[in-house]
Structures are given as C-alpha cells and as structure tokens.
C-alpha cells in the first residue's frame, strides 16, 4: 500500500499523507542502529513517504548529516524539512537557549544546508518561539532565505493561532508543526482553527505521545538512561500509573478491530483533518522498518462514530504537562 497525497499549504505540492520524524535515529530515544535507520529511511519513500523531517538540534547536527546522503540520492521525491531556533553548546551538554534573531536564522540555514548537503531546505521551521524578538523580524529573515533560493516554504513549530496570523501576513506559512495526539489536543484551542482558515498544513509531532500510546514503556524507569522522555513528567511517578490506565480504551479498540493501539492512535490523528477542515500529515519518528510499516497502514483506517466517541475524553484526563518547561509551547503563551 502507498500513502495517499495531500498539498503543503497552499503551494499546489502534493506530498505522502504521513511524513516521517527522524530526530530518534541520531538522539533521544536511547541506542539506535544506523544501518537499520537507514534502510527505514528507504522503506519510508517506496511506502510512498515523502516528507522527512529532521533539525539542527538533532544530535547537534548529526542528524541532517545522516539523512543528508538520503536526500541527496532521491532529492526529486523528498521533500525535505529541518529547523532552527534552538541553540545548543559543545561544553555544556544541558545548555538550551531559543534563538529567532535575524543575524542566528542566515547563520543557521547555511550551516544546515552545508551538513546536508543540498543547495535549497523545501520546508525550514522556526522550531521555538523567542517572544523578545518581534514575530515579524524573524518571518522576514526567514523570507530573505526564500527570495535568495535556498528556502521553498516557511514553516513555524509550536506557535499559537495568533502568532500563525501574524506571521502568515509577513510571508505566507505553508506548515504549522505541533505536539498533537490522543495525550495532547491544546493545539486544538487556537492553533488549529487559525491553520483551518489560512490553509496551512498542520503537521503532528509525536502522534503517538513518544511511543506511550504504543504501550512500549509504562514508566520512565524502563526506559534506558540515556532516552529523555525520563523527564517528561507525564511519564514519571504517579502520573505514569494514572496516564498508564488511559490508554485501555484505545487498546480495546484494537483488539476489537485486529491492529495495533499505535495503529488507533495514528488513525486518530489523521482523521483530525476531517474534524476540523484542515490537511494534517503526522510524523511518527521510527528507526525500524516494522514499526514503519505499521505506522502507515494507520493512513487509511477508519474509525467510527462510536470509536471516537470512547477516545474522545483521554486527553482531558491525561495527569502532568508534556514538558517540564511549558514556556516554549504554544500552550505557555495562551
């Protein structure tokens, strides 16, 4: 099966329904096994895949290096999105510091197009909101990249629905990404009626509430050292217990229907588009083949009125905050 296509915004360019995170096969999530990444990477674009995203930030570089040689070898079929914004240092590996001036976004494009080796970024985020810098000083430096050739489309992370309005009247917004799923609907306050109304692409982020929905771990003590989801505070203590028994509905679903809780979430997801009048392309992350295919199947599974209506009330129920600092978030500035 092949992913059906969608438009990016309003840009007339038709892209895979599903598009696929790649920030796991180089940071956060604990080991990876490259050769396997990128044999997912492969198997993503013949599933029909196409837009790959990754940024800066993404083992501080490492990641637009791995699926540069990727990009470069099938640069006609991938529609290749990174970001900028989030600064970090060699010395101190904790350090984080949210970047939008000018003089930061032409510095950072051409270093990610030098790692990834490609003349021209098809999506560039702003990944992180620095409410000190004007919204419009930022989009403008961000146009400069387009009108110079080496950005197609603009995208922002994590901005509410009135800042998308106010950066849309600089430069037109082809894609909007933010955290969206069965553990986290926020968005759907201001952020997604805003993209409804300019036409703007929402693209999902952990879909699959960073693998919690999948059933894969239940605590944040199973998970390795290294991963950083042991810092989320909806994965930690009691409200792992309590966030942990909210997913029965969804399980029940699945085995009712013969799938996957992953494949219920997703499908959940997709389904947004036709809830709220918007294109919405989610980006599961995986580094395994299997979990790909089982990720894209999600595409085109219906749920139904009733099925809908039992997952309706788990978000709302969900106990701690998707991050430990909200302050970044569109939900921080609401």
Known sequence: MRLPTVPL???????????LGCMGMSEFYGPTDTAEALATLDAALEAGITLFDTADIYGSGANEELIGPFVRANRDQVVLATKFAIERRADDPTYRAVRND?????TAVDASLRRLGVDVID??????RDPAVPLAESVGAMAELVQAGKVR????SEVTGDELREAHAVHPIAALQSEWSLFSRDVERTAV????????TFVPYSP??????TGSFAAAEQLTEDDYRRYHPQFSGPNAAANAALIAPIQKIAADRGVTTAQIALAWVHQRAEVHGLTVVPIP?????TRLAENTAAATL???????AALEPIAGQVTGTRYADMSSTSAGRE
Do not use: D
């Open 9 to 19: 915004g309003r840009s007339g360019e038709l892209i895979g329904a599903q598009g």
């Open 285 to 289: 992350g995986t580094r395994k083949r």
């Open 193 to 200: 009626p805003a993209a409804a109304e300019l036409g703007v």
């Open 102 to 106: 000018p003089a930061y976004i032409r």
């Open 153 to 156: 489309e603009l995208g922002l």
């Open 208 to 213: 699959l509430g960073r693998g919690f929905l």
């Open 302 to 308: 219906r749920l139904t009125t009733a099925e809908l």
């Open 123 to 128: 999506l560039y985020y702003m990944h992180r």
